[in-house]
């Protein structure tokens, strides 16, 4: 049974054309994001129903989400694209030892993280840019948010193996059930049982576990190639070394993320808390936009890593170009959708005029800069895929980290509020700028002709073999 897996995926990866495969698999990825985006969406959307301090709150602990993101990108992306390269090599029980021992790793962690947030919570809140309105409500929802911490690490290991399999959509049917079940709770943990704060962080809680469940599921049911059992963890120094490695990029990348969002609360700290409510808004706002973008790239993911391991060279540059160009029109449509209704978003969430005022002008310059996103993501995805982990680790710091944060703290000096909001838009023009002569080398490089491997010659001998009979 497993064999017929491997040769459907081999089927589906190397033979089927990428104008179709990447779509397909692009689709089931997008839905994820857009729901894990909407039900981020959803809890500033009932949360700044508290008001401007509880809205601000959201964007304080968008730093510690993305903390507990990173340890499962790491562990997720540096073993799902070692799998993927397995698979495509043929080595099945090579792929079960990553898979096991991604998720064991990203479990000991994000709980090694969890415990002494919680211990130090309050101090840890201020640290990360909380004024003294707004820290009740960071503590409060920062616990739950805390706590289920690991269940979002483990989640993101699991539904980023199920990717680099081709299995986009066993990875959003868990993903999507946590992500509505969190829009449900929060109005009636909310505002039907008057919880307040205290519920939008408990509804994120019980929909972060209830999304590791039935992600777990998938694997324990027998419907993956890779199979998770704790006989296959393997803490051998070669093979933590491989997956840590290989996943630094996006540990990088969500460090980066983490630390941006901590700089930038300490920066909008002196505006006050309308500040920092507009600037957490525009952020989600932007990622919900960009979160389609992302879904169509993720797509692109396993077709890399699965054809670079199979030596499919043809395809991976193939591949390239087509998601470049899908991402490119996608994101240049939503840009402008979004730039011409900011006003209305922005007050959807929050009718507090200063917050509408700052959010609005933010968002817009976003906007401007957000056809500039998609080369950048390619090429970072592209090159973690093919387990190019240096070089793709330098690129994924750049939009959120070399460049982002210089922007920030220069523009910030010299154009007061003004440069707060321009920083984001100027460190993605610099991002795609920096990825051009690093993307140009590599495809200088790359092979332009495929490689029989001994994978297609068994493949090709099965076929010859159903054919005689």
Known sequence: MNKD????QYEKLVLTPVNKLIPKLAIPTVISMMITMIYNLADAFFVGKIGTSAAAAIGILMSVQAVFQAIGFMCGHGSGSIISGRLGQGDTEGANATGSTGFALSAIFSIAVMIPELIFIKPFMLLLGSTETILPYAVIYGYYIIISGPALSMSCVLNNVLRYEGRAALAMVGLVS????????????????????????????ISQYVSLFLLLYMYLSGRTITKLSVKNISFSARNVFHILSNGLPSLCRQVLNSLSSMTLNICANPYGDAAIAAMTITGR??????????????????????????????????????????????????????????????????????????????????????????????????????????????????????????????LQHFLGLTG??????????????????????????????DVITDLDRRYMGIQENSNDK
Request: one cysteine or more; glycine letters at 10%.
């Open 178 to 205: 946590g992500g509505v079940l969190n829009i449900i709770g929060d109005p009636i943990l909310m505002f039907g049982l008057d919880m307040g704060i205290h519920g939008a962080g408990l509804s994120t809680a």
């Open 5 to 8: 897996k491997q040769w459907r």
């Open 420 to 449: 707060i909001e321009l920083a984001q838009p100027v460190a993605d023009i610099l991002t795609s700028v920096i990825c051009i002569p690093f993307v140009v080398k590599f495809f200088m490089r790359l092979p332009k002709e």
């Open 285 to 410: 706002v932007n990622m919900f936009v960009g979160s389609v973008m992302i879904g169509i790239m993720q797509g692109f993911q396993p077709v890399s890593a699965y054809n670079y391991g199979a030596r499919k060279y043809k395809r991976v540059r193939d591949g390239f170009n087509f998601t470049f160009k899908a991402g490119q029109l996608v994101l240049t449509v939503l840009a402008i959708i979004t730039f011409i209704f900011a006003r209305p978003i922005i007050t959807f969430f929050r009718d507090d005029p200063e917050v509408i005022e700052i959010g609005t002008m933010a968002l817009r310059f976003q906007c401007l800069a957000m056809i500039m996103q998609p080369f950048g993501v390619v090429s970072n995805m592209t090159f973690q895929s093919i387990g190019k982990s240096a070089t793709a680790s330098f690129l994924g710091s750049l939009r959120s980290g070399l460049c982002y944060l210089p922007a920030l703290l220069i």
